[in-house]
């Protein structure tokens, strides 16, 4: 018998203790590691960011257009490499509970100003050519089982032609996806000058301008540059990073992080106290035994070692369980959840973040007993009742 | 019969402080299970009560047709001279219709907890607005005088946002504002709003003769259906009309849902994390006085006192467990003001509510937590060979 069996038979004598405290270790890494991949996919935009990459708005706020005119002379600014704008069309299929993700946009610049963004069916050439052309990320069109090249009727929910109408016809003539899978694709364009030359109201407005420095040591210069052409103006602009634009946006739903680091803190509560008590407990039984043993020859670090593995394989063991669990809810869920958590999946990350806690916690459950087992005096355990 | 099962149960209870160890850890570990599943009912029923709170039934709210909210609605002047001139719509003492037509913009403001840019709506409304609000009351200063750049703001931004304090100046773009009145609705979503004259607003915006929204006091609920057979019949209205309280609930339920099933699941799946430790503390219990209960069993105990004994120490923990997590939600989340994006695309501020109902869902929780950690446990005990006794 080596040491590696008698771990493992120490571990299950009791083996109802031992299923029950996997059980409990396994909730524990299955909401981390859920949480974990929430977190993730709500970070994306946060962590896919280009770090030359800026993002200026109307200053009073993101919801207020500006001057098509702006788009041209932020061209002309110092430092910027490309510029593009985008509107938010407030699209929907349908009914109005098909929410479509859509931005009028110019089409030549918007694919110069992310490159991430890869052509994968249909060419480039018909999406410039043609007005009533759009291009349609790969999550949008799986989530609604749409085909390339089909014609779909695109209803907005903000804008309408002078006739009342509010619906814009558009043929689906690109697709694109990103390598990256954590670049979020669940959204489409259409183009600018196709929106803008039917528009009843608010016509030769943007949303906002997207544009790339190539260098982000001068990200805040050319920042300072373009709000300060419009200064004074009635739309003045407020130009910051993509990523301080997107953390900034995220904030707005709450604090998410304290709400996921309360729930995990609470769930890894919970579990330190039943599996640290629980391990008090198994190894006092044990101290009859674990007299025997030292006077069979095991000397103290022997025995100290052994109960830490023991700890540190229930931890594991338990921990694994709600990884592959959490792995195989993930798988499940996140075609349904494409729309709100592009990118939805287990990561390398997080399956090292959740293995290194789980022999961090079988380190810290096993410490308090493996102590007391390496201090055991043979002659008082022994003459124990 | 009973008495067996009143000395056997007493037995159980006074030998906890014997394994007062995993005894405590099944307390807290039910406790934060109750914990938890609190925190999130307490964020979703706060969010609720607030938003479902502030539509009156005697209000009417009209937006263009299929816009959903105001930010995405639009009105011209046509329309609303239309809407004025409709049946049910009650008239002040000068025989006016008691009528607001609203522009809705959002403007910057700083959230003081992250210190980032949150989306506050700024209202622009006429002389009759406040009336169409249930309980406005100016709680400071005064309100802003007509045409003028001055601005009023709710106490709920003052609570959670930074730069629309009394007195301060305002820059929203090249204009300047100055904060000349704190209101009140009573906790309604309207108290996350920032008030100013429509006339100003329409001109700074470039929006002169345009509003978003038009609300109207009605003359009792039963008009708004009159309403809306003229605005169907009428060819050159194309709106949508709806009581305000339908309006409000209508764009509560996403919100407060989402944060409902993230609650419930998380809580489900600790529960089952705890469930396994209060398994583990009742074994641990019945191993520890085997050799007691078969003595029991061998002067005349039948094994059934013995399976309600260790039930009613189970069920016991699990209680003290689930009322110490519900007090404990309750003095630290009743009544904390928190802000989230509503249906309007805007932040509303809202209070944790900790209601009765949620905390009875809690000790319902925690007493399920006991009762399946005591059951195989209770069966043992029962079955406790008497040979035992000589252990």
Not at chain 2, 96 to 109: C, K, N, Q
Request: net charge negative; glycine share 10%.
């Amino acid at each position: 018998m080596n040491d590696a069996t008698l771990i493992r038979k120490s571990l299950f004598r009791n083996k109802t203790r031992a299923i029950l405290l996997v059980l409990s270790i396994m909730t524990a890494f299955l909401i981390f590691s859920v949480l974990g991949a929430f977190s993730r996919a709500l970070n994306s935009g946060v962590e896919t960011a280009a770090a030359d990459r800026l993002v200026t708005l109307n200053a009073i706020n993101f919801t207020l257009t500006m001057p098509y005119a702006y788009w041209g002379r932020v061209d002309q600014v110092e430092g910027v490499q490309a510029v593009t704008h985008a509107s938010w069309f407030g699209g929907y299929y349908q009914e109005p509970r098909n929410f479509v993700q859509s931005f009028a946009v110019d089409m030549e610049s918007y694919f110069q100003v992310y490159p991430e963004l890869v052509p994968i069916e249909g060419d480039m050439e018909t999406l410039l050519a043609r007005n009533d052309c759009a291009a349609i990320g790969q999550d949008l069109l799986q989530q609604y089982e749409w085909t390339p090249g089909q014609r779909i009727p695109l209803t907005s929910n903000i804008w309408s032609k002078p006739d009342g109408s509010r619906v814009w016809d558009v043929e689906l003539c690109l697709v694109f996806d990103a390598e990256d899978q954590d670049v979020p694709t669940n959204y489409m364009m259409l183009q600018y000058d196709y929106y803008n030359e039917s528009l009843a109201f608010n016509r030769d407005q943007i949303g906002w301008m997207i544009l790339t420095t190539g260098d982000p040591a001068i990200n805040d210069q050319v920042g300072r540059d373009i709000d300060a052409l419009f200064t004074n103006s009635p739309a003045e602009t407020e130009t910051s990073t993509e990523a301080a634009f997107g953390q900034a946006f995220l904030e707005q739903l709450g604090n998410i992080g304290l709400i996921l680091t309360l729930v995990i803190g609470a769930a890894f509560a919970t579990i330190l106290m039943i599996v640290g008590t629980t391990m008090v407990m198994a190894i006092n039984e044990r101290t009859k035994e674990v007299a025997v043993m030292k006077t069979l020859g095991f000397s103290p670090p022997r025995i100290f070692t052994h109960v830490l593995s023991e700890s540190v394989l229930l931890s594991l063991l338990g921990g694994l369980i709600g990884l592959g669990l959490a792995a195989l809810l993930l798988v499940g869920v996140s075609g349904a959840l494409a729309g709100q958590f592009p990118g939805l999946r287990m990561t390398p990350t997080i399956i090292g973040q959740a293995v290194a806690l789980m022999i961090l916690f079988g380190l810290v459950t096993g410490l308090l007993p493996a102590i007391n087992a390496m201090r055991t005096n043979i002659v008082t355990a022994l003459g124990k009742d | 019969m009973l008495k067996q099962i009143g000395a056997v149960t007493m037995i159980n209870l006074r030998s906890i402080p014997q394994r007062w160890g995993m005894s405590l850890a099944t307390v807290l570990s039910v406790a934060l299970v109750v914990g938890v599943l609190l925190g999130f009912l307490a964020m979703a029923n706060g969010f609720r009560a607030t938003v479902d709170g502030s539509g009156a039934d005697d209000v009417a709210v009209f937006l263009r047709a299929g816009s959903q909210a105001e930010l995405n609605s639009g009105l011209g002047r046509d329309s609303v001279r239309l809407i004025e001139a409709g049946p049910g719509i009650a008239a002040d003492a000068a025989g006016d219709p008691v009528l607001s037509a609203e522009l809705y913009v959002i403007v910057d403001g700083i959230k003081r907890s992250s210190g980032t840019e949150a989306n506050l709506p700024l209202r622009g409304v006429g002389p009759d607005a406040s009336a169409l609000r249930e309980g406005f009351t100016m709680i400071e200063g005064r309100m802003f005088a007509p045409g003028s750049s001055e601005l009023v703001v709710g106490e709920g931004v003052i609570r959670q946002f930074e730069g629309f304090d009394m007195g301060q100046t305002v820059r929203l773009g090249s204009n300047e504002w100055r904060v000349v009145g704190v209101f009140s609705t009573g906790g309604s979503v309207f108290d996350s709003e920032i008030w100013a004259d429509v006339g100003t607003i329409q001109n700074l915006y470039q929006r002169t003769g345009t509003v978003q929204s038009v609300r109207a006091r009605l003359t009792s609920p039963e008009a708004l259906a009159g309403l809306q057979a003229y605005v169907a019949d009428e060819p050159r209205l194309d709106l949508d009309v709806t009581s305000e309280r339908e309006f409000f609930a209508s764009s509560a339920g996403g919100t407060s849902d989402i944060i409902m099933f993230l609650g419930w699941p998380l809580a489900v799946i600790m529960a089952i994390g705890a469930l396994a430790g209060a398994w583990n503390a009742m074994y641990a219990s019945v191993d520890a006085r085997t050799r007691e209960i078969a003595t029991l069993r061998a002067i005349g105990f039948s094994g059934f006192p013995a399976f309600v004994g260790t039930m009613v120490e189970s069920l016991m923990l699990a209680a003290i467990g689930g009322l110490l997590g519900a007090g404990a939600t309750y003095l630290i989340f009743d009544g904390v003001s928190a802000s989230t994006l509503g249906g309007g695309f805007t932040q509303i501020v809202f209070s944790f509510a900790v209601t009765p109902t949620a905390l009875v869902s809690g000790v319902v929780l925690a007493l399920i937590v006991g009762a399946a950690g005591g059951f195989f446990p209770a069966i043992r005990a029962a079955r406790v060979p008497i040979l035992k006794a000589q252990g």
